[in-house]
């Protein structure tokens, strides 16, 4: 049964940084794409960041956020990571992650969507 845990969201001010992590358990993480979404409220999910598998060669993100997130991922863990820097009032949300067994569309969410994890970002 696959199984998707995000943790680490919180409160932060603006300007700054919080790390997402996601734990994944039911399938084969190493040879998943893995990627980040989020929610705001009143909004649809969105595409934040995407990792190829198994050594994460290809990445993707939103324009949005493209040199203050980073994803990343650790197979021996099960787990890939979201680093947000200068997080933005704008980026407070419901973060979730979801996987693909898709190469050509490893940022696709293919599986059942985990409880996520709240960001907010408020002074």
């Known amino acids: 049964q696959v199984r998707l845990v995000e943790s680490g969201g919180g409160e932060v001010q603006p300007g700054g940084s919080l790390t997402l992590s996601c734990g994944a358990s039911?399938?084969?993480?190493?040879?998943?794409?893995m990627s980040w979404y989020r929610q705001a409220p009143g909004k649809e999910r969105e595409l934040v960041a995407g990792?190829?598998?198994?050594?994460?060669?290809?990445?993707k993100y939103a324009d949005s956020v493209k040199g203050r997130f980073t994803i990343s991922r650790d197979n021996a863990k099960n787990t890939v990571y979201l680093q947000m820097n200068a997080l933005k009032p704008e980026e407070t949300a419901v973060y979730f992650c979801?996987?693909?067994?898709?190469?050509?569309?490893?940022?696709?969410?293919?599986?059942?969507w985990g409880q996520g994890t709240q960001v907010t970002v408020s002074s």
């Open positions: 039911g399938f084969t993480f190493s040879t998943y794409g």
């Open positions: 990792i190829s598998g198994p050594l994460g060669i290809t990445r």
């Open positions: 979801n996987a693909s067994p898709r190469d050509s569309t490893y940022y696709a969410p293919n599986v059942n």
